[in-house]
């Protein structure tokens, strides 16, 4: 069975950091490709930040670069995201979502609340 929890969500201040978590189980975690997506209210989901199973090249929308930083533990099958300097824009679900193939799953997300 395939399973991407995320955790390490919160409410917190402009400025603060925070890390989220995924724990992955039920997948080749290595060779998946994983990203971190997010969805505010009102607004469509977006791809926050990906990281390649073949090459562990990363890739960050504009918004977060500089300020967020994806990193993948094969050893633990876990997919973290370090976020830093939070502006309340990044108020939103986080979701973690791992793709290979065909094979494409993702998480319940996490609410990230970011308050001015």
């Known amino acids: 069975q395939v399973q991407l929890v995320e955790s390490g969500g919160g409410l917190v201040q402009a400025g603060d950091s925070l890390r989220l978590s995924c724990e992955t189980s039920?997948?080749?975690?290595?060779?998946?490709?994983m990203s971190w997506y997010r969805q505010a209210p009102g607004k469509e989901r977006e791809l926050v930040a990906t990281?390649?199973?073949?090459?562990?090249?990363?890739e960050y929308t504009d918004s977060v670069r500089g300020r967020f930083a994806i990193i993948r533990d094969n050893p633990k099958d876990t997919l973290y995201l370090q976020m830093d300097d939070l502006k309340p824009e990044d108020t939103a679900v986080y979701y973690c979502?791992?793709?290979?193939?065909?094979?494409?799953?993702w998480g319940s997300g996490t609410q990230v609340t970011v308050s001015s």
């Open positions: 979502n791992g793709k290979k193939w065909d094979y494409d799953y």
């Open positions: 039920g997948i080749a975690f290595v060779i998946f490709r």
């Open positions: 990281i390649s199973g073949d090459d562990d090249s990363i």
